[in-house]
């Protein structure tokens, strides 16, 4: 199965700054998905990330906000833009192992605190 | 009513018990997944199940695909097995849908 590597672990910002997560598969994917899990609460899907086109974002969730780069079929990177406290949560990417394949791989995840 | 129902949300244990965590699905899907969450947010895939019955070590996972239910047991507990336990149902559309999740905390 891929190996992910999620970096930054953690990090604590000031608000009105801007954060940018990278994660790293050890094989090729098509498919990469972002996810935010708030305080409490479930994951939620922000994006899919596609390697050649646009990410699709859920409702709810901009680009603006949240900008995603998908330069290659083995990394991808998430900003977490203009950033307020309520932004404060665990930010995950995973990666489907096989299109179809219903199994998926998970980062260790970026614990994020914005002050 | 969510989508994937999870039961309990906090569970605790002593060593050596046997434990059981529920897991409700109210869609159609393609697999279901239990991941294993440690407290610096990283996760761990346990099973992937369409139908029956795995098990792993201590983990065995059961699904009920006519009830829409599934369950995660730990037999023989352990203080490292102290997580949280989400299950996720895969669509056939690549997504994933999580439930809440269960807090279990074992004591030796």
């Known amino acids: 199965s891929a190996v992910i590597s999620q970096k930054p672990s953690r990090d604590i910002c000031q608000r009105g700054t801007s954060l940018t997560i990278q994660c790293q598969v050890d094989?090729?994917?098509?498919?990469m998905f972002w996810y935010r899990q708030q305080p409490g609460q479930s994951l939620t899907l922000i994006a899919t990330?596609?390697?050649?086109?646009?990410?699709?974002?859920e409702s709810g969730f901009v680009i603006d906000k949240f900008p995603i780069s998908r330069p290659n079929l083995t990394f991808s990177t998430l900003t977490v833009s203009n950033m307020s406290p309520e932004d404060s949560s665990i930010y995950l990417c995973?990666?489907?192992?096989?299109?179809?394949?219903?199994?998926?791989?998970f980062g260790s995840g970026t614990r994020l605190t914005v002050v | 009513k969510n989508e994937v129902e999870q039961s309990p949300q906090n569970l605790t244990a002593q060593e050596g018990e046997f434990i059981t965590i529920n897991c409700s699905y109210s869609?159609?899907?393609?697999?279901l997944h239990w991941l294993q969450q440690h407290p610096g947010g990283g996760i761990v895939s346990l099973f992937m199940?369409?139908?029956g019955k795995k098990k792993h070590g201590r983990l065995i996972a059961t699904i009920n695909i006519q009830e829409k239910h599934s369950s995660l047991h730990i037999t023989a507990s352990h203080p490292r097995d102290s997580a949280v336990y989400i299950c996720?149902?895969?669509?056939?559309?690549?997504?994933?849908?999580f439930g809440t999740g269960t807090r279990l905390q074992v004591f030796p």
């Open positions: 995973s990666v489907e192992l096989a299109r179809g394949s219903y199994g998926y791989t």
């Open positions: 094989s090729q994917v098509t498919m």
């Open positions: 990330a596609n390697q050649g086109s646009e990410a699709t974002y």
């Open positions: 869609v159609g899907i393609s697999a």
């Open positions: 199940l369409s139908s």
């Open positions: 996720a149902a895969a669509l056939n559309t690549d997504k994933l849908i």
